[in-house]
């Protein structure tokens, strides 16, 4: 929880200097499988996604997450591999979600993701942050979608899963 910490920059600078690939925007191939990841934000699924109406505070929801779609498009425009992971905090289809409380499904992803996924070639998506929702789902365009939040059952029954791109 490093945005709930405020402490983005202080873990990322850790993290890099681990090693660790961030995916903040970015992309990088590993055997010649893409990754590319950005946070994603909230906003909703479908015909109910929040729209630019009303407050200054709903139209800056709004406008972060356009923002973060537009970042996963141009991230996926620099992509050169045949197979690619895509990695979001967020969840982009509501299917991963189902199991959390209906009251909170806007602020668990948005279908802007999901929109920008289907425009590319993508073997799969993994996201977390939805620790209540379900293991899988896919986009509109039949992307495979997995919610790999700590606690969502996997198909193994272990904390972890594997998936072949």
């Known amino acids: 929880h490093?945005?709930?910490?405020?402490?983005v920059e202080d873990v990322a600078h850790i993290l890099r200097q681990a090693g660790?690939?961030?995916?903040?925007?970015?992309?990088?191939?590993?055997?010649?499988v893409g990754f590319v990841g950005v946070k994603g934000f909230i906003g909703g699924f479908g015909s109910r996604m929040l729209g630019s109406f009303?407050?200054?505070?709903?139209?800056?929801?709004?406008?972060?997450?356009?923002s973060e779609s537009m970042r996963l498009e141009n991230a996926m425009r620099q992509v050169r591999t045949n197979r690619t992971l895509v990695v979001?905090?967020?969840?982009?289809?509501?299917?991963?979600?189902?199991?959390?409380?209906?009251?909170?499904?806007?602020?668990?992803?948005?279908?802007?993701?999901?929109?920008?996924?289907?425009?590319?070639?993508?073997?799969?998506?993994?996201?977390?942050?939805?620790?209540?929702?379900?293991?899988?789902?896919?986009?509109?365009?039949?992307?495979?979608?997995y919610n790999v939040a700590m606690h969502v059952a996997k198909p193994t029954g272990r904390p972890y899963a594997l998936l072949e791109i």
């Not at 490093?2 to 402490?7: K, L, P």
């Not at 993701?113 to 509109?140: M, N, Q, W």
């Open 2 to 7: 490093d945005y709930e910490s405020g402490a």
């Open 88 to 145: 979001l905090h967020y969840a982009p289809v509501v299917e991963t979600v189902a199991g959390e409380p209906l009251e909170i499904f806007p602020f668990l992803g948005s279908s802007r993701l999901a929109e920008t996924i289907d425009r590319f070639k993508v073997s799969a998506v993994v996201h977390g942050h939805a620790h209540r929702g379900i293991y899988e789902g896919r986009t509109p365009g039949g992307a495979p979608v």
């Open 54 to 66: 009303g407050e200054p505070a709903i139209k800056a929801m709004v406008a972060e997450s356009v």
């Open 20 to 32: 660790v690939h961030l995916l903040d925007g970015q992309t990088t191939e590993i055997k010649d």
